[in-house]
């Protein structure tokens, strides 16, 4: 048996300390979510955070390839048709006569009509370019270089139009590690994956780890078509190949799957996520909202996240220890790569969250999660191998720890199994565990998360205690297979 948190496992809301890891009472048809702790010293009822599937089935989608973008739904909302972009009003200045023949006026004459002409022209897009700086600007530098244009002839009658294009720019001269030099690299292993099942259509993204075919992506992309669905691949060049399911973890949100006839691939690089720092640059692509070979910028904006999660039509739950981003991640971008300045593959995008209100779906705030890559590098060696996964226990069940009924910070051990890796190592039902290794342990869900982002087999250290004495014990983890639902 495994660690269940009594608390996110309940569903019913609980509001965390401040500073507290964030987390979600999952749904069977929302579980991708999120509750993020109200500001300290805040009285007002905090803002309701929504679970987002950054990809899958969604009702009423179209069909799989269909060719335009999404359709339905308002502006701004995933699904909904693109806005077009904004235009410059009319009533700015009007053209520019030819310039007065004579030379400059005579002193206490009337001035030119030009001249005049360009008065109002100054007038007129001052008072209809209010909205736009550079029609603003314009409207002020125009009359000016009205002035200048009407007191004497121009030298050549030569304009911008009249000069050449500058020289082709190569994508050889991007500059080493900026965003254009990693999307040029990164681009060509990236796919979009379409999937038709029995209860809708949906899409979502991949990262092509083999030559012959073989995507890492997520589960909640593929699992729709696990029983009888259709899966379909686009490459980056415009190719396209059914594919099937290899095998799949809903307890960790990944799955592969394989490309029928296809050879001679762009596989990823896979870098590491275990020296990753808060501030990094990092990049983000996909398909969100159905629009292939995407490309967002952003940094790691915070680590060992935990995010409460699970499969779309199973009630069984995980916490991922995630990667959090500011890298713009939507609906569809979920399976996608978070790439390093290098781009090597550093997370897996999973999840986004957003602010309830705004509909079923809501675009990007800001934060994005991704799983770690040597977390997904595990689960994907064995689900190429055996079809299934492992997964890491402690062999307790666990809760926020809490000290005359208020949270105290740690995870209370609520019962251990006997036999089980804690007990092995003496630990007790009651003792509240603070950190796992150097790493501080706020409630039951960040130890989960801590515990799960290790492989059976590892040796971690807990520090434990009941509120006053505290200990080092060192644990040896265990192991689960995770069959898939």
Request: proline content about 10%.
């Amino acid at each position: 048996m495994t660690e269940q948190n009594p608390s996110a496992a309940s569903g019913e809301p609980g509001e965390p300390e401040h500073g507290a890891p964030v987390h979600h009472e999952p749904t069977p048809t929302d579980p991708y979510g999120l509750r993020v702790p109200p500001a300290a010293g805040s009285s007002a009822e905090p803002p309701q955070w929504q679970p987002t599937i950054t990809a899958g089935p969604v009702p009423g989608a179209p069909p799989a390839g269909h060719g335009g973008p999404p359709q339905g739904g308002g502006p701004h909302q995933p699904g909904g048709p693109l806005q077009p972009g904004g235009h410059s009003q009319p009533g700015g200045p009007p053209p520019l006569g030819p310039p007065q023949q004579g030379g400059p006026p005579q002193p206490g004459g009337s001035p030119p009509p030009a001249r005049r002409g360009g008065r109002r022209g100054r007038i007129v897009g001052a008072a209809a370019a209010l909205t736009l700086v550079a029609a603003t600007v314009g409207g002020a530098t125009g009359g000016v270089i009205g002035y200048s244009l009407a007191d004497r002839p121009q030298a050549n009658g030569s304009s911008a139009l009249d000069a050449a294009k500058p020289p082709a720019r190569q994508a050889s001269d991007a500059p080493a590690g900026s965003a254009e030099e990693v999307a040029a690299k990164v681009l060509p292993t990236v796919v979009q994956i379409q999937v038709r099942g029995r209860t809708g259509t949906g899409e979502g993204s991949g990262v092509i780890i083999s030559a012959d075919g073989l995507i890492l992506t997520n589960n909640h992309v593929v699992e729709g078509a696990a029983n009888g669905g259709q899966l379909r691949v686009v490459f980056n060049d415009g190719r396209q190949a059914d594919a099937t399911i290899v095998g799949r973890d809903p307890s960790s949100d990944l799955a592969v799957i394989r490309a029928d006839g296809v050879s001679g691939l762009t596989p990823a690089e896979l870098g590491r996520s275990d020296d990753l720092a808060v501030g990094q640059e990092v990049i983000a692509i996909g398909s969100p909202l159905g629009l292939s070979g995407t490309v967002t910028t952003g940094i790691v904006s915070a680590l060992n996240r935990p995010v409460l999660t699970g499969g779309q039509s199973s009630d069984q739950t995980t916490v991922l220890d995630a990667i959090q981003t500011d890298a713009a991640i939507n609906p569809g971008n979920s399976g996608g790569p978070l790439v390093d300045s290098q781009g090597r593959v550093i997370g897996i995008n999973s999840a986004i969250a957003s602010i309830s209100g705004g509909g079923s779906q809501s675009g990007s705030i800001g934060l994005g999660f991704a799983i770690p890559i040597d977390q997904a590098r595990r689960i994907a060696d064995e689900l190429v191998k055996d079809g299934k996964a492992t997964q890491a226990v402690l062999g307790v069940g666990v809760g926020d720890a809490q000290i005359n009924g208020a949270q105290s910070g740690g995870a209370q051990i609520s019962r251990v199994e006997p036999g089980g890796p804690a007990d092995q190592a003496g630990i007790k039902a009651g003792e509240i565990v603070t950190k796992v290794g150097d790493r501080r342990i706020e409630d039951g869900d960040a130890l989960v998360a801590a515990i799960r982002s290790h492989a059976p087999g590892d040796k971690v250290t807990l520090t434990v205690g009941d509120g006053t004495n505290q200990r080092t014990v060192e644990v040896t983890l265990g192991s689960r297979t995770v069959e898939p639902n």
